[in-house]
Structure formats: structure tokens, C-alpha cells
């Protein structure tokens, strides 16, 4: 039995779903972010607030505004975030006293304690990706060229006659 249907018939066809990018980048996105979920859940975070948690703990302080620009979240997206770390006592707000338009993120002592218990994730994830240390690197290099690429461009459809 096999395992595609015929393509329906017409003047333009798509290409299958599993042999285009978008369909590859979407499937490799959930299944990497599927397998950090029961490694996360002891710690009590999600995928998203695990990456504000790794750029404090690198950094120990942020703006939001720098969050949002290193890993690409929108205000709407990063405040709540930012708000139910804050209420679970891990990081703190304050506005910057040198310009109080900008508000400062600042790790806790719980919030840096928290760091000894991802220890070993990275390790955990690239185990189970297994791909030698070239490919591994130049398959992040190629995505985050793909990245600025995508978001540096704008998709048109082509004109119709």
C-alpha cells in the first residue's frame, strides 16, 4: 500500500509536505523541544523560560529588551514570561536607574541556585541528537543563516498573469 496519495490534479502542484523545509524545520523544532519537556519539568520550567534562565545565568543580567533581541521573543510574548519567573522568585524586574524606560532583569539567588539543577542538559540533548561535532556546528551555523535570512527577507508570491 503506498504511502502517499496522488497529488490532485491542476495547473500548479506543491511539492509533498515532507520534502519541503518548512515542514522539516517545524518537525525537528517540536521533536527537539518535545525531548527537553521531562528534563525541564523537575525544574519547573518550560522550553522558553529554560532560554531566559540560560542567557541569566550567562549573563546574570539583562535588559528585556536585550532578551528579546537574543532570542527573538516580542514583548507580548517575553512580559508574561518574564512576570511568572518573577513570581516563582527566580529573577526580578527593576527599572534601570540610568534610564528609566529600561527595565532591568536580574537573577536571584534561587534563580542562580536553579543552574546546578540544568547541569547536563546541553550534554543530555547533543547525546540524543548524535550528530559529530562538525555537523552538529555546521548544521547550527546553516540555521542561524537561515534565520537572518528569513528574517532580513520577505516571502512574495510570484505575479500571476
Known sequence: MPDRSPAPAGDFPLPP???????????ASRAVTNLYRPLLEPLGL????????MLLWERGECSVKEIGAVLQLDYGTLTPLLKRLEARGLLDRVRDPRDERSVRVILTGEGAELRTGAEGIPEAIGAVIDLPEEEFEATRLALRRLTSNVLAGEARLPARD
Open 17 to 27: 509536505v515532507d520534502e519541503q523545509m518548512c515542514f522539516a524545520l517545524y518537525a
Open 46 to 53: 518550560t522550553y522558553p523560560q529554560y532560554l531566559v534562565m
